[in-house]
């Protein structure tokens, strides 16, 4: 598809104006593209993040619903819902904004809290384990929703700076090229013409003198 032209008066005052914006878009296209370069390679950085916490919550959940499984089968369904009714929060967690590149991203503060007793009737030793490790569990979700979130919004504020770098380098960057070389080759042409009629006019000029002199 053929580029198209900027639709501008092809004058010198504009052929300097492009020529200085073109520059202003290169410099721009340079440093987008050198923000696409940081953001890939942090990117890459949580992807490796976000896999090793997603596999250590899924180990936190696996061994937190064995243990759960086990307080169900000494316990019955029952008496673990009278139990955990009424129990307090096991973390605390606190989400305050984080920054890369000029991205944000919430950062998650978890932390646990002190596991507050419960009545010995009708409980087994394995319920305290369970709320163990469902606490657990629960502060590794909170690590990995974390490296999730900031991986979602560094990988689209990566995908927005690839497509600016697209669009500079294939689009608007070139057209602007394109509108100042068809302005120059229309100043050249003008001005060619300009010396022809000079050329012209003088040739008319001596012409004229010739013929003055040879009359006299």
Not at 24 to 41: C, N, S, Y
Not at 58 to 66: E, F, P, R
Not at 182 to 209: C, P, T
Request: charged fraction near 25%.
């Amino acid at each position: 598809m053929a580029q198209q032209l900027i639709k501008v008066p092809p004058t010198k005052n504009t052929l300097l104006s492009l020529k200085r914006q073109v520059r202003f878009l290169e410099d721009g296209h340079a440093l987008l593209e050198r923000k696409r370069e940081l953001l890939t390679r942090l990117v890459y950085q949580h992807i490796n993040e976000y896999r090793v916490q997603r596999e250590n919550a899924h180990q936190a959940i696996k061994q937190a619903y064995h243990w759960m499984g086990i307080s169900f089968l000494r316990m019955g369904s029952r008496s673990l819902h009278q139990a955990g009714l009424g129990m307090k929060p096991s973390i605390e967690i606190d989400i305050i904004p984080k920054h890369s590149l000029g991205v944000e991203y919430p950062a998650i503060n978890a932390r646990e809290l002190p596991m507050q007793p419960v009545g010995l009737l009708g409980t087994d030793a394995s319920f305290d384990e369970t709320r163990k490790q469902l606490t657990a569990a629960a502060l590794q979700l909170a690590r990995l929703g974390e490296a999730e979130m900031a991986l979602g919004r560094l990988m689209a504020e990566q995908r927005k700076a690839r497509k600016r770098v697209n669009a500079l380098k294939y689009n608007i960057i070139p057209k602007y090229r394109k509108t100042i070389r068809y302005i120059e080759s229309v100043l050249e042409e003008e001005e060619r013409n300009m010396l022809f009629q000079i050329k012209l006019l003088r040739e008319r000029d001596n012409a004229g003198i010739g013929f003055g002199s040879s009359s006299a």
